[in-house]
Structures are given as structure tokens and as C-alpha cells.
T-cell receptor
Framework: GNSVTQMEGPVTLSEEAFLTINCTYTATGYPSLFWYVQYPGEGLQLLLKATKADDKGSNKGFEATYRKETTSFHLEKGSVQVSDSAVYFCALSDGSNYKLTFGKGTLLTVNP | GAVVSQHPSWVICKSGTSVKIECRSLDFQATTMFWYRQFPKQSLMLMATSNEGSKATYEQGVEKDKFLINHASLTLSTLTVTSAHPEDSSFYIC?????????FGSGTRLTVV
């Protein structure tokens, strides 16, 4: 079956530091890949997505590239802000784009 | 943008009682909604797909009689945890299909004592 593995947290960074959160997946076929973010007390929000190999999703300074050869979709940001503190979930969908398989989530804390 | 309201955000109940969680799409109609469950330090696991006007589709290993899902209107799906036990304590979150996207609610923290 499908699975998503993302790096264990928590991750603590200083403001303006570089962020990488690793995500790898196992799936049949050609899944769509997503990063969701959950701010404290809120629901999950779609951060970015990629639907085919070599696609790069980007939003709010975050980027992730769909790497089929390494089955990875690592999240990166060049300079994090305190407001980026949240839990980040990597996820995949192998069909409808509505049923999602999630990673465990990574808590990011950015200190001023 | 699309908003999904989930209520309550947290609930504490006694063992053996039932708890109902509501998931509402506020500004769009959702023929399909999804219910997920998350244990501490674990992934969100899909429990069931809720379809308006028909029976829910449950994932393997999820007890249908334990987790009752009703999707009686295009804007409301409910999850009822029946005869709750401490092992049902978890974080439950819904999402609604708002083509081509999915919008999530803010989740419900259930604690059974």
C-alpha cells in the first residue's frame, strides 16, 4: 500500500535559517504529492503540491520538487520566519486527489 | 476561500457514552467529506469517506458500528463515536471535497475518561 515517511521532529531553527524537511514515499503508479501546514489551533492548509515527476511546487517561499527517481518530495525554505512555526505534513494521493495518505508530521519551531 | 467548520474543537466524555462531531462546509456544497484520525506522534489515518445521501465507505479495520457517519445534507457530515472508551481518545479531523481541492476542518480532540 501507499506510505509516506517524513523526518521526525521537532525541528527548532533560528529566524532566517535554512529549512529542509525530508519526505519520501511509497506508492503504486504516479501519485500527486502535497505539503500541508497546520498552524496552532487551525485546520490543515495546503501549502504546495506537485502532480508529476520533476514538477516543483512553491508557495510563500517554500519549495518542493517531485523526484521520481528517489521517491522524494523534500520541503525547503531559504529563510524561515517566526510565523512559519507550525506542523508540516507530507501527503500523497494516488487517484482522485481527495483521498490522502499522510506522513506523521514535523513540528517546526522558529525562534526570533 | 472555502471554509470547513468542525465542532467541537475539544471534548471530554465518560467511558460508555457517545460523542458526536460535526463537520460543516460553510460556503460551498460538499458531496464528499472525509474523516481522519490521528494518534499522538502518528500519521493522520483515513477512517471513512462520507457521501451525501448514501452510506459511508469505511477503510479496512475501522468499525462501522463504532464510528457512525451521517451525511444527510450537502453541507454537513457527522461522526458519532458510540460507547466511547479510553482507546478512542484521539484527534479527529474532517475534510471536504471542494473540487479541485480539499479543505480541512480544524479538528476535534476527544478525550475519553
Amino acid at each position: 500500500g501507499n506510505s509516506v515517511t517524513q523526518m521526525e521532529g521537532p525541528v527548532t531553527l533560528s529566524e532566517e535559517a535554512f529549512l529542509t524537511i525530508n519526505c519520501t514515499y511509497t506508492a503504486t503508479g504516479y501519485p500527486s504529492l502535497f505539503w500541508y501546514v497546520q498552524y496552532p489551533g487551525e485546520g490543515l492548509q495546503l501549502l504546495l503540491k506537485a502532480t508529476k515527476a520533476d514538477d516543483k511546487g512553491s508557495n510563500k517561499g517554500f519549495e518542493a520538487t517531485y523526484r521520481k527517481e528517489t521517491t522524494s518530495f523534500h520541503l525547503e525554505k531559504g529563510s524561515v520566519q517566526v510565523s512559519d512555526s507550525a506542523v508540516y505534513f507530507c501527503a500523497l494521493s494516488d487517484g482522485s486527489n481527495y483521498k490522502l495518505t499522510f506522513g506523521k508530521g514535523t513540528l517546526l519551531t522558529v525562534n526570533p | 476561500g472555502a471554509v470547513v467548520s468542525q465542532h467541537p474543537s475539544w471534548v471530554i466524555c465518560k467511558s460508555g457514552t457517545s460523542v458526536k462531531i460535526e463537520c460543516r462546509s460553510l460556503d460551498f456544497q460538499a458531496t464528499t467529506m472525509f474523516w481522519y484520525r490521528q494518534f499522538p506522534k502518528q500519521s493522520l489515518m483515513l477512517m471513512a469517506t462520507s457521501n451525501e445521501g448514501s452510506k459511508a465507505t469505511y477503510e479496512q479495520g475501522v468499525e462501522k458500528d463504532k464510528f457512525l457517519i451521517n451525511h444527510a445534507s450537502l453541507t454537513l457530515s457527522t461522526l458519532t463515536v458510540t460507547s466511547a472508551h479510553p482507546e478512542d481518545s484521539s484527534f479527529y479531523i474532517c475534510s471536504a471535497r471542494d473540487s479541485p481541492a480539499v479543505t480541512f476542518g480544524s479538528g476535534t480532540r476527544l478525550t475519553v475518561v
